[in-house]
C-alpha cells in the first residue's frame, strides 16, 4: 500500500524513469511532444476517445500521418495521477503502470493503433 497519494512531481519523476529507459532511437523520435501529468481526464478528454476512464491520452498527427514535407504539429501526451494511483496500489505496481502508459502513448505518436498493441501483448504473452 502507498503510504500517501504520489503527488503530480512523483509521477513525473516515474515517466522520466520511463523515458531514460526508452530507447534512444524511439527517445529521437518524440520531437516536441509535451508530456504533462495531469489528475483526472475532463469529460470533453473522455468523450474524444469514447472511453470511461484513461490513465493516459495521446493527442496529435502520428508521425507516420506527417505531410511530405514532415512538418510536424504539436503533439501532446498527458498521463493521469488519480487513475493510475488508484489502480495501482503499490509503490512498484505504480512505476511499472505510469511507465506501461508513457509507452502505450508514444506508440501511438509513432502510429501504432490499440488493436495493432494489443496484438503486440498478445503476442507477447504468448511467447512466455
Known amino acids: 500500500m502507498l503510504p500517501s497519494e504520489p ?11 520511463a523515458l531514460d529507459r526508452l530507447p534512444s532511437p524511439f527517445r529521437e523520435q518524440l520531437g ?3 508530456i504533462v501529468v495531469e489528475d483526472e481526464a475532463s469529460a470533453e478528454q473522455l468523450a474524444s476517445v469514447g472511453a470511461p476512464g484513461l490513465y493516459g491520452l495521446y493527442q496529435g498527427v502520428p508521425r507516420t500521418a506527417w505531410g511530405a ?22 509503490p512498484n505496481r505504480l512505476a ?18 490499440d488493436v495493432r498493441l494489443h496484438e503486440l501483448a498478445h503476442e507477447r504473452d504468448a511467447a512466455r
Not at 503527488?7 to 524513469?17: A, P, R, S
Open 7 to 17: 503527488t503530480d512531481i512523483e509521477i513525473e519523476d516515474l515517466v522520466f524513469d
Open 32 to 34: 516536441s511532444v509535451a
Open 69 to 90: 514535407d514532415q512538418v510536424q504539429l504539436p503533439s501532446k501526451i498527458t498521463i493521469f495521477r488519480g487513475p493510475l494511483v488508484r489502480a495501482n496500489r503499490t
Open 96 to 113: 511499472a503502470a505510469v511507465a506501461e502508459t508513457v509507452y502505450h502513448e508514444i506508440a501511438h505518436h509513432l502510429g501504432i493503433s
